[in-house]
Every structure is written in C-alpha cells, then in structure tokens.
C-alpha cells in the first residue's frame, strides 16, 4: 500500500469518514465494555440479541449485517426490509449506497453501478445466481429496470470463488427474489404512493406521477408447495432543464478571437418533458416435497417505456448557411470576448447567428424476461447434487427524431446578434436580439440545416443456459481440513445483436409552419435567459410534412449493425474449507475455474472497390480459454471479530460492442492506402490478480465495523488504438484503383494490401487499489438516550495509475490521457435514521467525486465524458399502526434529490462546460399495508 500513502492527497480523510471512524471505534469500546465480564466464547449476549423482535428499518440493517457476517466471502448485502422502505425509484438507488459502490444518473435516476472504481462493464449482474442480459449495448445491467419492490435482497461478491459462475472483475451483484417458503405463513402486502416533480408542469405533460405495487406469498399443500407472485407499477415524469455545449473545446484561429483561445462550435438550451412508465412481475413456486427435494420455478417479467421530447433553442458559432465570408454572405463574428486565465473563452457577443428552434423526440421501449428452473436433491451420505435450466431476454426499440425549424427568409436572412456566457458551475447564459416565441414565424424548410433527422436502434440480447453441481463430503484424508467440495459445469449461448436504420426526415413541399392542432403549451427557458419558444408533436409533424424512410443499407451506416454472440463453458472445483490454523478457527474456500468462451461476430462493410458500392458481410472471431483460481480465508479472532483474505486471478469478457466485426473501410486513391475503424472480434478479456484484506468487528446482528483494503493489478486492458499494419487483403479483391488522380492527369499509385486499422485492442494493464471504511451502528450501543437513533456510513478511496486515451472520444475529453473510467477518487455514503414507537425518519446521502462517465452521443454511439462529482441526498419520515383497526398500515413522505443536484460534464477542465442539466426534486406521499 505504499502508492496509497504516496498519494495521500488523493486519500485525504473527509468529516464523514472521520466520523464513521470516530463512532466505530468509540462503539467498540463500548462494546468491549459491556462484554468485558464474558467469558471468551461466552455467547449469552448473542442469545439475548436474537431473542428480540425487530422490525421496519432495523430488521432489514441486521438481515444484511448477517448475510456479510456468515459469508465466506467478501460481500454487501442489502434485505429486503431494506429496499422496500428505502426512498428508491429503483433497486440502483439501493445499491449506490453500498461501501464501494456508485451510481451514474441518467434522467435524473441513478442507473448502472460502478463497483470499487471500475466502469460498470467490469461488474456482473446476477438474478437469483444466474447471469443477466441487458438493455443496453454492452453487459452492464440498466438497474432502473428492476423494481425495488420485487427483490428481496442483493448480495454483491467483492470477491470471487470457483464456484461463483459468471463472476466480474470489480465485483458479481446477485438480486434476489423471495422464496415463499422461508415464510413462516401467508404475507400480503400492498403499497401505492403519488408524486411530483419540482419542476413543474410543461409542454403536453404533467408533473405528477404514481407508483403502486402488490405482492403475495402463502404456502400449501402442510407447507410443501410455495408460491410468490409481485406486481410494481411505476409512471415517473420526465422533466429536465439542461444548457449544453458543443464538443469539441478546442483551440481556434478564428481572427475576432485571441489566439489560442478554446472555444466551442456551439450551444443549446432545452425543456425535456415525457414520461417514463415501467411494469414488472414476480412469480415463484416453490415444491418440497420432502427435505431431500426441492424444485423451484421462478420467473421475472418487466416492460418500460420511455417518452419525450426535448424543445430547444439551438446556434452554431461558426455556421450560418454561408460557405464564404463576404458583406452580403457574412460568417459569424465575435465581439467583446472575454478569457480565462487558461484560454477558455468565458464570454462575448455573437454577431451573424442563424439559431434554430427544434423539436427532439425519443421513445424507447425496453423489455426483459427471465426464467429458471432450480432443482436441488440431497442424499443420506451427505452428498447432494444442483440443476439449473436458465433463459433470459432482453429486447430495446427506439425511435429517435428531429425537426428544425427557423426564422423566415422571405427577404433575407434573419441573422441575430446573441450575448453568451459560459458557466461551469450554473446554466451558461444566451440572451438573442430576435424573438422566438412566435410559432407562426418558424419555418420547416430543407435548407441550410435541413428539416430534421431520424434513427430507429434495436438491441436483442438472449442467453440460454445450464448448470449442474454436486457437492461432496470431503474424504477422511482431509478431514480437519475441508467439510466438503464442490464440483460443477455451467454453460451459457447468448447472442446479443444490434439494429440502426437511419435517414433524413425530408420536407415534402414547400416551406411551411407547424400547424396548431399540433402545437402543444410554449416552454419557458427563462433559466438560460432565454424567453419561452413552441413546444409541438415531434411525430406527428413528420407524419403530416415529411417523409421518413430509415436504412442501413448505406455507406456510411452498414457498419452500426452487428450480431455477437458467445458460447461459454465454465467448470469448476471448489473446497469449502473448515479448519483451524494458528489456534483460530479458520473457514473459506479454495478453488479453480476454466472458463472456455467461443466468441464470433457477424456484420457488414461497405466495399466501394468498385462501382457506387455494395454492402458485404464479414464475420471473425476466436476462442478463449481462462484458468481462475480463488482463496477466500475468514479467520475468527473472538470477541466477534472477522480478519478475511481474498486472493484471486480475475477475468472480465470485452464489452459486447468491442468484439463486433463491423468495420467502416475505404482506400486513399491519392496514397493507395487502405483504412478503417470498427470492432475486434479477436480481443481477450480484461484480466486481473487481485488481493482483498478485510477486517470486520461484529456486535451480534446489531451492528459492525469494519475496514478493508484491496489491490488489483491489471494484467491487461482494452484500449482504441490504431495498427498501421493490418492487413487489408480480403477487401481488396478485385479492387482497381481509379483511372487518374489529383488534377485528373495524375495516375493513381497502386494499393498497398496494409493500412491503418482503428479498433479497440489489448494493451498494458496498470495497477487499482483502495480501502474502505464502514460502520453500522445503532447509537444507543454508545448511550441508552440515543435508543432508536442510528447510522450507516462508509468512505471508500480508490486510486489507480492505467491511464486511458481512446481517438474515437478525445475530442469529449481534452484530447489526452484521462483516467480509468467510472472511477471515482473518493466515494461517501451516509444514512442517518431514527425508528421508535412506530415512528421513523431517515435521511441518506451519496457523494462520489469526478469520474469519466460513458454516455450516447448525438450519433447514437457510446462515448466518454467528464462527470463532475455530485452529491444526492433523499429524505423519508413516516408512521407505521402496530395495534388497532389500523395495524399493518404505514404513511410515508419522501423527498428525491432533496437539494436539486446538478449533473455536469465538462471538456477536461471545469471552465470548459458541457451539459449542466437540473431534473428537479421529486416529493412523494404513500402508504403500505401489510397483512
């Protein structure tokens, strides 16, 4: 750990932290106070614990603590009381608040988990042990997809074992749904709650919004049979208010500025109202016919739809029609320019602008299903054998589409004269000469910008699989040593594949306005210092004025379609260890995984070799073979406490769109050269060596402390980089160079079977380490006066020395080497509660530092960006009946994002803005019933 204290700026302790650490360790000594007159190994005191009841926020903390308590492993854990009373849209907001842990927002929800600093593709999600498909375009999990409701607890493995099938690199997060018969008897529980976003109402949509759920479990048949069965329904406005500018910053020689000075190539200012709808089913049932059977079939259904439009105000800084700068076709000039200290213009006044007004809509449905069939039998000499049939699915359908409209030009060119100012920590400011706000002055036309834009992305993502495991009592020979072993096969066939016809939406006729009937309230973009502009029906105003015909059989689009797909085999061999060394009762495991994965790709390039062109298909792809082995030590050191060691050889597969074939290629007739860019379909995975310390103190289920320390050397990792040694041959066939070049009379050179190939490929690795620091602690462990008050805290502090530079997203950050990321330097999470008489209040927050975010772009692809760290704090008080004709029911309040965070990007430095984007608190009021 000598880097960590080399660094110790990068490790400066917060007062959060300093305040988990301070309570920890005065709880301790409390507690070793209290114990003091035990005996060792006295557990009189546990046996006093456990016979108290709890309830409501309490019983989910301690179900959790219990769940990292007896694991062999390193792990989280959330319960189930846990989630379904936290403030939570979905089960993401949960995890986010995890040691290690944190979330990215995407409209405002938090939606894919970076674990101990990684990217989110580095980290595996499981349902129920089984590994899950995505929404998305790589393998990170969306996790606003799954409702809180329907899980009844997350486990999240920070350290692997060889029996943990489809684990990741940073960590393996398993959601769970109920097992009906771990129920003592029949539950019913029903929750309905209304919201509103701070925001306000806009354009056609509401601010409100509603959520409800049911869910039920029972058991029959003199408990032999269980069934579950839950239903979460969630309709959420979509409101945002977002200033952003173009990227690139970069420095500019245009003569009305400084030299040298950083600039942009434009700037936006919006409204986004729409409306996200998500609904998810549970079900279970559950046969144990006898102690030595059990058979489960579970499944899990969710469909989200998502719809909005963004109404904005949009200018370039250079563009305004015209190609040449002369009196009566003049560029745009500035005037007034002020700059930084570090060249960044922060300031001035634009002259010749021709702003648009445009209409942007996205729908996007998103559906995923999963299934599995679980049996497990148990034979009279302790042996036991598993089976696991497994499928899941997911599918996204989008609708992406664009109108322009402008200011008439029935005479001239109505060019405005625009005041701008840049803020990195606010809306930037654009107050424009002309006035917008009059529909029947904007026109459709197919000029100078054109009349719009439109993209219809799929994604199909489904994996079929089976594992099988027996356990076996370990042999007299290593009695002492093992209680037993674990040998086992899983194998999975997932395809993933991805769809992207494009193509202009193309006015039919003549210039023409947006006819009423389909213009919706004007929206106030007052907070950029802009007035209100029209709001209208995107699609309906294609259907009535243009035309629209998407394709992907074009040069310049066949290379965004692909197939992937994978064929895994993983065995493993595991001994769940129960030995003492040193005096100290020792248990963990001790393995090895062989992970053999067959991957192949399907796509298209364009081959314009000849004639006007064609598109052709290519394919490629390569097998891969993994050893993994695993040590997860947990030696007890009495009094409760905990010292674990981890050591493991860590694997993560490529990001699903990185091991496409796709390419986009074509020669340089005036050099003979050939080039391309796309994917490699022969990457191997991203591989580590990993060590993980953990200490842990214990105060029965009631409470821990806790502090550890990991380090990852990263053996390799994917970077785009440019080989300028390909070998082109297979698209050159038949290739004839053209006649003449240059002027027409020169000949075309003769072309070279190598060139430059642009794609994603291995590269050297570097090293990730960190520690962590934890406390869940009831107060009244320090005073009987702080009874019901309570806390849980950690600080996690990562540092890591690989340094990134991907050509396909320099320009989004700074043109240089960034960071690896999703990671965050420093990551806080603090919940303070207080739980008597039925009352409860709490209040939560999670703080993580700057960290490079994947995001889409404008051309539907994913690339990099600086995320300013940000803070979000939620609020929840309520009251719960536990006697009368009211027993069961709870009221509740809640607050979202309680101090209106922003979410901000940025071009390698802060005075460089991007995105700064507000969605608003959001208030909620509810209540549960439970019987």
């Known amino acids: 750990m000598t880097t960590l204290h080399a660094k110790r700026e990068q490790f400066r302790i917060r007062p959060i932290a300093a305040g988990c650490m301070l309570l920890g360790l005065l709880a301790a000594g409390a507690a070793q106070a209290q114990q003091a007159p035990a005996a060792e190994g006295d557990k009189s005191a546990d046996r006093t614990l456990d016979t108290v009841t709890v309830t409501g926020i309490r019983r989910g903390i301690e179900a959790a603590i219990s769940v990292k308590k007896n694991s062999d492993s390193i ?58 498909v995505s929404t998305g375009d790589n393998r990170s999990v969306e996790f606003d997809q799954y409702p809180s409701e329907l899980l009844s607890g997350v486990t999240i493995y920070k350290t692997p074992d060889a029996g943990l099938v489809g684990q990741g690199l940073s960590g393996t997060i398993d959601m769970l749904t109920v097992r009906p018969l771990d129920f003592g008897s029949r539950v019913v529980s029903l929750s309905a709650r209304g919201s509103r976003n701070s925001l306000g109402s806009a354009a056609s949509e509401s601010a409100n919004g509603n959520r409800f759920s049911a869910s039920y479990i029972d058991q029959f048949a003199n408990r032999t049979i269980g069934v579950s ?19 690139p910053w970069e420095a500019t020689s245009r003569a009305d500025l400084p030299t040298g000075t950083f600039n942009t190539g434009g700037i936006k200012a919006l409204r986004r109202t729409g409306r996200q709808e998500r609904n998810g089913v549970m079900a279970t049932v559950e046969f144990r016919p006898s102690k030595n059977w059990t058979s489960v079939v579970d499944g899990f259904w969710t469909k989200a739809k998502q719809e909005d439009t963004a109404n904005q105000f949009e200018m370039s800084m250079g563009w305004n029609g015209n190609g040449t700068c002369a009196p009566a076709t003049p560029c745009t000039t500035w005037s007034n320019p002020t700059v930084n200290s570090n060249n960044s213009l922060t300031s001035g006044t634009l002259s010749y602008a021709y702003p648009l ?57 109505p060019y405005d004269t625009v005041q701008l100012a840049y803020r990195s920590g606010n809306f930037s400011q654009i107050v424009p000469t002309l006035d917008y706000s009059d529909a029947s ?52 066939d997932r395809t993933k594949k991805k769809r992207q016809p494009e193509g202009g939406t193309t006015l039919k006729g003549a210039d023409s306005v947006i006819a009423s009937d389909l213009q919706y309230s004007p929206v106030n973009l007052g907070f950029a210092g802009l007035g209100t502009i029209p709001a209208w029906n995107v699609p309906g105003t294609i259907a009535r004025y243009m035309d629209f015909n998407p394709t992907d059989d074009q040069a310049w689009l066949v290379y965004k379609a692909w197939d992937v797909s994978e064929k895994t085999t993983t065995a493993f061999l595991k001994g769940n260890i129960d030995s003492t060394t040193f005096g100290l009762p020792m248990r963990g495991n001790v393995g090895l995984q062989i992970v053999n994965v067959k991957q192949e790709s399907s796509s ?66 005036a050099t003979g050269k050939p080039g391309a860019s796309g994917g490699n379909s022969k990457l191997n995975p991203w591989r580590a060596n990993a060590l993980d310390l953990s200490y842990e103190k214990y105060f029965g289920s009631k409470a821990y402390v806790s502090a550890a320390g990991y380090y990852k050397d990263l053996r390799s990792y994917i970077y785009t980089q440019s080989n300028d040694q390909y070998d082109f041959s297979q698209f050159l066939q038949g290739y004839t160079p053209p006649s003449t070049c240059g002027n027409g009379t020169q000949q075309c050179p003769p072309v070279r079977p190598t060139g430059t190939y642009t794609a994603p490929y291995n ?96 051309n539907g692809a994913r690339t990099l960006r600086y995320v300013v760290g940000e803070s979000i704090v939620d609020a929840q008080v309520g009251y719960t009946f536990s006697e009368g004709p009211l027993k069961g029911l709870s009221l509740l309040a809640q607050v979202n994002n309680l101090t209106d965070e922003a979410y901000r990007t940025y071009a390698g430095t802060k005075d460089r803005p991007l995105e700064y984007m507000k969605w608003g608190r959001v208030y909620q009021v509810g209540a549960n019933y439970k019987f």
Not at 370 to 391: C, E, H, P, Q, R
Not at 445 to 460: H, R
Not at 829 to 850: H, P, V
Request: proline residues 4%.
């Open 75 to 132: 792990v989280e854990a959330i319960s189930a009381e846990d989630i379904g009373k936290l403030p939570d849209v979905s089960i993401a907001e949960s995890i986010a608040r995890l040691p290690g842990l944190s979330a990215q927002r995407v409209a405002g929800r938090a939606q894919v988990i970076s674990v101990r600093g990684l990217s989110p593709d580095f980290a595996t999600t499981l349902l129920n042990g089984r590994e899950l």
């Open 229 to 247: 069965i839950g239903f979460a329904h969630q309709e959420t406005p979509i409101q945002e208010n977002q200033v952003g500018l173009y990227e």
């Open 357 to 413: 007004v445009r209409g942007i809509y996205n729908k996007r449905d998103d559906k995923i299903v999963a299934a599995g069939w679980n049996n497990k039998l148990k034979f009279d000499n302790g042996a036991s054998l598993m089976a696991d049939l497994n499928y899941s699915k997911a599918t996204r359908d989008e609708v992406s589409l664009e109108n322009n409209t402008q200011l008439s030009r029935v005479t001239a060119v």
């Open 441 to 492: 002055k904007l026109f459709l036309t197919n000029t100078i910008y054109g009349s719009g834009y439109g993209k219809v992305p799929s994604v199909k993502d489904e994996l079929s699989g089976f594992k099988l495991v027996a356990n076996l009592p370990a042999p007299a020979a290593l009695d002492g040593w093992f209680a037993d072993f674990d040998i086992g096969v899983n194998y999975a």
């Open 604 to 669: 298209f390039y364009w081959d314009s070799t000849s004639g006007t062109g064609v598109r052709k298909p290519v394919s490629s792809g390569k097998t891969v073979t993994d050893f993994l082995p695993a040590l997860n030590l947990a030696w007890s050191l009495g009094n409760e406490q905990t010292l674990r060691l981890g050591l493991a050889k860590q694997m993560a597969r490529p990001k699903v769109d990185q091991l496409r074939s796709s390419l986009d290629f074509g020669v340089d007739n």
């Open 763 to 858: 590269g050297k690795g570097g090293k990730l380490q960190g520690i962590e620091l934890t406390a869940s602690l009831p107060l009244n462990l320090l005073s009987s006066s702080l009874n019901g008050f309570g806390i849980i805290a950690s600080a996690s502090f990562n540092h890591s020395n690989i340094q990134v530079k991907d050509p396909e997203s320099a320009s989004s950050v700074g043109n240089g080497f960034i960071t690896l990321p999703g990671l965050s330097k420093q990551v806080y999470n603090l919940t303070a509660y207080y739980e008597q008489d039925g009352f409860e209040f709490r209040i939560s927050q999670r703080r993580r530092s700057d960290f490079i975010g994947e995001i889409g772009n404008f």
